[in-house]
């Protein structure tokens, strides 16, 4: 048998079936959007990730046999009529009823595309309450996110966002942006149960999640409280559009988009909270 697999993203070719994470640098082999693999072998769905063995080595890579996460690569072509009709599955079954919530909202005859990239707001440039609308401008994020994906209108900017979140009550509550939402025809919720790995889970297939954290202080000491927009993530990193700046520059860099969090900063400072399609 013969097949080729394409990247839809930066990933990881693994020599063992586990996250990344957890894997050493020998044992994982860092890919980059695109790359094209020509394969001798491509095994059947094993938690989401396909078994394949390399037609030729990739250039300093240590292994030719190994694990891929399939949700990260397109089956370009190949001559086994099973893997042409295989869809991937999830071991968290939470991400696949938020993907079943998601296509609800689907227009007509649209297929869902979940590499719908993420635009980035800043709030400070908001009409009002430049200092205190992170929550607003990181749920408008969202919210334009929602209606691309689905076929519907992108947000003109984060203002006609905010102006209905100061109808429905005030920016720092998560209910009101719940409410603000609602009026473009989403209904979300907004969760407190500290489940890192569902987050991870919906970041690798494509969701952006809203997440708060602690963004003053030290690692070890965090202090303040902020809201941002996680998109991906990246070798060992958050990818986020943060809408006040970048954290790593503590706020000096007022470009927040695609800024980078480290897990395990991004461990201590989070404080729990996500939203999701209810």
Known sequence: MSSAIQSTCHT?????LADSTQLTE?????????????????????????????????????????????????????????????????DNPAVGRQIERLKKYLKDGLALDLKTPTRYF??????????????????AMYLDWLLRVTGRTQLKSDDEYIREVFEDGDTIYHGVQSSAIKEWG???????????????????VGFPVVANILHRGTI?????G??????ARKMGNFIAHDPYGTLSSNYTNTNGAYSRIKREEFKKRWQGGYRILA
């Not at 990881?12 to 063992?16: D, H, M, N, R, V």
């Not at 070890?220 to 303040?224: E, K, S, T």
Request: hydrophobic share 35%.
């Open 220 to 224: 070890n000491r965090p202090r303040g």
């Open 26 to 90: 020998d044992e994982k082999f860092a890919v980059r959007r695109d790359k094209i693999l020509e394969l001798t072998e491509l095994g059947d769905l094993d938690k989401s990730h396909y078994k394949i063995t390399l037609e030729e080595k990739i250039e300093n890579c240590p292994f030719d046999s190994g694990y891929v996460f399939a949700p990260h690569w397109g089956l370009i072509e190949t001559d086994d009529p099973i893997a042409n009709t295989e869809i991937p599955t999830f």
């Open 122 to 139: 800043s709030q400070r440039d908001n009409y009002r309450d430049a200092h205190r609308t992170c929550n607003s401008s990181s749920n």
């Open 12 to 16: 990881y070719f693994k020599a063992k």
């Open 226 to 231: 902020h809201v941002i927009l996680l998109i």
């Open 186 to 204: 989403f209904k979300t919720k907004w969760m407190t149960d500290i489940d890192l790995e569902f987050v991870e889970d919906l970041l690798d």
